[in-house]
Structure formats: C-alpha cells, structure tokens
C-alpha cells in the first residue's frame, strides 16, 4: 500500500466508541438504526460522561446488535429481556447510567411486559427504542408497533391488529421522560439523549427508523432516502403533545416531541425513603 | 394429485400444515424455523388454510394459545426453535401433563449463550423430560412424512401426548431437496378427523382444565400421563407401517444402515446420519465391517430394539450433537448405554459430542470415529469414553 493511499484512509469519526474489530456492521443500506447509533455516540461526547459509568444492553433483533458494536460495557441478552438485565445492572451498581438499546419487536413485543413494569416503578434507566414497525431480523414479521394495514411476512395481505402507541404506553406507565422522533431529526435524537441523561426515573426515546429490505421493500415504499423524505412530509414536531394523540397510521401523518419531562422520585429513592420510615436507624440506605 | 416438489425443510413442514390444516396454529418468528410460519401464513392468505392463524407476542404466548385452542378441541399445530422452544419451557409441561395432542416443527438449533442461531439439538433435548414424544429427522423428506404422522400419533385415544418434529437448522431448514408431496385428500384420509374427548366450549357437558391437584391425586395423574407415552411405542409403529403402505415409505424406530454383518456402530441422528452413511460406505470399501443406526424416535425411547440392534457389535459410538454438562455422557449415549445393561455381552460404548452451535461435521470426522472404533474391536480397550468431535482443545 502506498503512502498517498494510506494518508486517504480517513479514520471512522467514530472509532474511538466502537468495537472496530466487529465492523463492518451486518445493517441494511439504507437502515435507519446506524443513525440512532451515531446520536448516540454524539450525546455521550457531548454529555461528557465518563464512559467507565456508562452501560449498554440490548435484547435481540437488528437493534439488538448495538450492544456489541459500542465499545462500552454492554450486554447482548437475549429477546424480550433487556429490560429486566438493565434492572439488575442498574441495581447492581447504582451510579451507572444504564441505557437499553433496542428494537421495537424486542421492547414492545416480546418484551413489553417488562417495559410496562420498569416503567411502573421507575427504574433509573434510559430506554432508546429504534421502531422499524417489524420483526426485521428474523424477516419482516407482523409486530406490536405494525400500523394496521402494512404488509407483512406473517400479515400478506395487511395487518389489521391495533398497534401501540408507545409514547402512549410510557407515559401511562409512569415514564419521566418520554420522547419521539424520527432518524430524520438527527440533532433532536441527541439533544433528547443528552437531555435524557441528566434526568432521573424511566426514560424513553423512540426513534422511527426505515427498514428498506423488509417493511419498505414488501409494502414498495422505496428506499431510504424515500422514507427520509416521507418522515419529512409527514412529521411534525409537537412539543407536550397529549400522548393519546399520538397514533401511527399507514404511511401517516407522525407527531414528533418531547411529550413528558416530569419530576419523580426512581425506584432506589422510593425503597430508601420507605424503608427509613419503616425501619428508622436501623436501615441502611442503598446506593444513595 | 401426487407431486415431486423442490422444498426446503421448513417448506415441508409448512406444506404438511396445508395439507394437515389444522384448527388453529399459533407462532412467533425465530430463526431458524420463521419461513414455517411465513409459508402458512401466505397459505391462510390465500384460502389455502382454513384454520385460525394467530401471531402471538412471544413464544410463551403461542405455547399457550396451542394449549387453550387444544383444550378447546382442537387440532393443533406450532414451530420454533431454539430460545423459542425455552420459552416455552413452561407452558411444554402443560400441554404433556393435560394430555393435548399438540404438534410442534422444531428446527433445531443452539441455545444462548453464546448466541448462535446454527443448528445443533440442544432445545429439544433440554426439553427431554417435558413429556413431549421426539421425533427426528434426516432429511426434508423425512421431516414432511414425520410431520403427517405426529397427527396420528399424538392424537391417538391411548396416547394422547404432544409431538416434536425436530428437523436441523439450516441443514435441513433451509436445504432444498426434491420432496415427494402427497396428494391433499390422501394426507386428509390418513390423518382422519380429530375428535377430542372431553373438551372446553362443549356447554352440554362443562368441564374444568388443570385444577390444583395437590397430594392426593397428582402422582396418580402424572403415573396416567406417563402411561400416555409409554403406550406410544406400539402406535408409532403402526402409524409408520400404515405410512409406508399408504404412501411408500415405512418408518419405524430407528434406521439401520449396513448393520447386518456390521462388527462396529456408529449411532448419530438427524441430518448428520447422511454424511454417516457416506463414510460407512467408504469404510466398508477400506475393509472395515462397520454399520450405521439413525434413531428417528427419542422419546419414547426404544430401548428394547435399540438393544437388541446393538447387542453383537464389538464396538459402539453414540454420537450426540447436544451436551449434558456434568452428566455421564451426552444425553442419546447414556440411554443406549444403560439400554445394554443388562446383556450379558456387550459392546464397548463410546460418546462423541459433535456439532454444536452448527460445527460441521464432515466424512473425515466420522472416518475419525470409525478408525477409533476398529481400534476398539481389535484390543478390547477404551481409552476415552467420552470425546468431542472436530473441536479445537489447546
């Protein structure tokens, strides 16, 4: 190798926050969960958090992949359950910001039992949720998030279940911070990352991304630049929008924003404070 | 109208679901066997199903939308794999222990962790002493014929019992080969009509499911469950006679191939039996008297034929694409061992643990075996009962 071609080998900007020996990445071109990846990294130099205090965990699924492209501490657990290792981690060593990385089939689906519960009883984590509307993994399969009428793997001729309407679904379930946007608003994903970072209780942020291979290419909705522009034409930023307004439909229209930022005591807080009145001196405080 | 069809293994599964078409079938995708339930689910689009297709939010959920469709008499069918199958875990006791005949396409595959999603047998059996009857197969052939007997099996008045038909990821999931298809009305008339006993949704005579049963009567519930599958031996085979003179192909419990003056063994399941063979038969032409035996039924497990298939041979290896950690070999080996027991000759069985997380195992690997083998027969002397094949160990 020459030395000009070697002085043109520009380094990946983000280098210094991924594993280099796993990249190339197995997404799509044209996918959107790269994009979220990216703010990430962007609020966590911007943030300027220690990196040693920081952990990923991930269920399974295209976005479930983040967990072993970042180099952070960070866990690849299995499906539905990224939620629950969070838990544990974030108990097991409460100064860590514990943040989960993954896909709508992973938190709303087969895990949305766990992210009802986390959200309940506000556990100090933040929640980043890339929904492509799909299992796309495994295929393209009918999801939780699925506006009805898409064509699916497993719907060939369109969905008809009501799908979740997560901001929706946080807010219900108690959620400090709830926010939307799309892989278009890419300065708005980080500030709502950094901004997430400096708040206490269960966070969410769900990030709408395209998945061209699958959802895009069964339902001819172009590739990625189209649905960039779809989410253009289609979104519009709401700030403090009543959160059941927020419904999805086919190729809708899309309601972007921060919906919730309230103030609320997180679940190590709570057991703290409780037990002190229970228990008096004889309780030792955890983690505080 | 009979066909010759180019399928990949879970195509053969979903092929048979058409044909079967049961009452409801219940799924959530998981790689390997997600094409299963694609594949049906662009049959029921097309009105090629007329049986409810439900798209649950997990494999625990589907499990249990199988048990609840069951109870309510109905025939019942579902597919996954790997951590799918361990989801299940729970609800996989249920529908053994209130006797549903529920049918379950396996492609097999590892369990985490490590994540992998290549084939090995791990699920299945993990999930050994779940009361479910195993089922395996070499070959997507294989797979569709066994998928169409689990029906008669499972359903049958003494057995009552659910059914896995475990067919290797990729290996055969997603191989195509040319696969005899049968005729849709004769698939129909050698499955028959599904008539439940007793039933949920009969309002003339309302029933309970799965009442506490604490201990006054639960042993004798669960020594009734097991009879279930213990009665399954004789059914298996019948189903298998019948299958063969229905439609050509018998089945029984296991395959035996070049065993008749065969001095050594090699016991291996599942699509690895086809590279099996291979080296046998190049063994055969280096002079060496070795056979192969391909179980096709795990549990119940024939261990009175298996016995009596292997008693004279001088040497034996068991090979099993699944570990027991900390058990006395791998899970195949330490049933045929224990299933020679009480022969006063016997062979020297050794274990081999192979191909986990979709390691491959080629022709050389199973000469490997071979060569060990007649090195057994000719001094009498094992050195290691139990190995691994084609793993790197420094």
Redesign the interface.
């Known amino acids: 190798m020459s030395k000009d071609v070697k002085a043109q080998e520009a380094k990946n900007p983000m280098e210094d926050f991924l594993r280099m020996d796993r990249i190339p990445h197995i997404w799509c071109s044209g996918c959107g969960i790269g994009v979220v990846v990216t703010s990430f990294v962007d609020a966590l130099r911007k943030s300027e958090i220690d990196l040693n205090k920081v952990a990923i965990v991930s269920g ?1 699924g295209c976005t479930g992949r983040v967990a072993g492209y970042v180099k952070l501490d960070s866990f ?1 657990s ?3 359950r990224a939620i629950p290792f969070a838990t544990g981690l974030k108990l097991g060593n409460p100064e860590m910001q514990v943040v989960v990385f993954s896909g709508d089939g992973d938190i709303a ?2 895990g ?1 039992n766990h992210f009802v519960h986390a959200a309940r009883r506000n556990m100090d984590i933040l929640v980043i949720c890339v929904n492509n509307f799909n ?1 796309a ?3 393209g ?2 999801a ?1 998030t699925s506006p009805i009428n898409a064509n699916l ?5 369109g969905n008809f ?1 009501y799908p979740f309407s997560l901001p929706y679904l946080a807010d219900a379930c108690g959620a400090t911070y709830v926010a939307r946007w799309t892989c278009l608003h890419i300065r708005r994903v980080t500030m709502s990352i950094q901004e997430a970072f400096q708040k206490k209780g269960f966070r969410f942020i769900e990030v709408i991304a395209p998945c061209v291979t699958l959802y895009a290419r069964r339902n001819r909705l172009g590739d990625g630049l189209n649905l960039l522009k779809y989410y253009h034409d289609n979104s519009e930023i709401r700030h403090g929008a009543d959160t059941r307004t927020l419904d999805i439909g086919y190729q809708g229209k899309m309601i972007v924003g921060k919906f919730v930022d309230r103030e609320k005591p997180p679940f190590l807080e709570c057991m703290n404070t409780h037990m002190k009145k229970a228990l008096g001196d004889k309780y030792v405080p955890y983690g505080e | 109208m009979k066909t010759l069809k180019p399928l990949n293994g879970n195509q053969t599964i979903a092929e048979a679901t058409r044909q079967v078409d049961p009452d409801v079938i219940a799924a ?4 390997p066997s ?2 299963i ?2 594949s049906i ?2 049959f029921k ?2 009105g090629l199903i007329t049986g409810e297709f439900v ?1 649950p ?2 494999e625990h959920s589907a499990m249990s939308v199988c048990i609840g469709a069951a109870s309510a008499g109905g025939r019942v069918m579902t597919a996954t794999s790997s ?1 799918g199958l361990a ?1 299940m875990w729970e609800m996989l006791y249920i529908a053994a222990g209130l006797r549903l005949p529920i049918v379950a396409g396996i492609a097999n595959r590892a369990l ?1 962790a490590p ?1 992998n999603i290549h084939g090995d047998h791990s699920d299945t059996m993990g999930a050994r002493d779940s009361g479910w009857i195993h089922l395996y197969s070499e070959n997507c052939q294989e797979a569709y014929d066994n998928f169409i007997q689990a029906f008669r099996i499972a359903e049958h008045m003494d057995v009552r019992t659910p059914v896995f038909v475990g067919l290797d990821g990729f290996i055969i999931s997603h191989s195509v080969e040319v696969v005899q298809v049968e005729d849709d009305a004769e698939v129909k008339k050698f499955i028959g009509e599904y008539k439940p006993v007793y039933s949920l949704l009969d309002m003339s005579r309302k029933i309970t499911v799965g009442p506490l049963d604490f201990t006054d009567y639960y042993f004798e519930h669960k020594r009734s469950q097991i009879e279930g599958i213990e009665n399954a031996p004789a059914v298996i085979e019948q189903v298998g006679k019948e299958f063969g003179l229905t439609f050509g192909r018998p089945y029984g419990f296991f395959e035996e191939y070049r065993m008749e003056d065969a001095e050594t063994a090699i016991v291996v399941m599942s699509s690895a039996a086809g590279t099996g063979k291979d080296a046998v038969d190049e063994l055969r032409q280096e002079g060496l008297k070795i056979g192969l035996l391909k179980p096709r039924v795990f549990r119940p497990f024939p261990y009175q034929k298996m016995a009596e298939a292997l008693k004279k041979m001088k040497a034996v290896a068991v090979l099993d694409r699944a570990s027991s950690p900390g058990a006395f070999g791998a899970p195949l080996f330490t049933e045929i061992r224990n299933a020679l027991y009480d022969y006063a000759e016997r062979p020297k069985v050794i274990n081999y643990v192979y191909g986990l997380g979709g390691r491959d195992i080629k022709v050389e690997h199973f000469k490997e075996v071979g060569a060990k083998l007649e090195k057994i027969r000719k001094t009498g002397k094992v050195e290691e009962m139990c190995g691994y094949l084609n793993l790197r160990e420094s």
């Open positions: 399974i690849h299995t499906h539905g689906g087969i949305g299992y993994m495994t295929g399969q009918v939780a793997s497993t719907a060939p001729y279940e | 959530y995708p998981i790689t997600t094409a339930v694609e689910a662009q689009a097309d798209c939010e997990s951590q989801l985490s994540i």
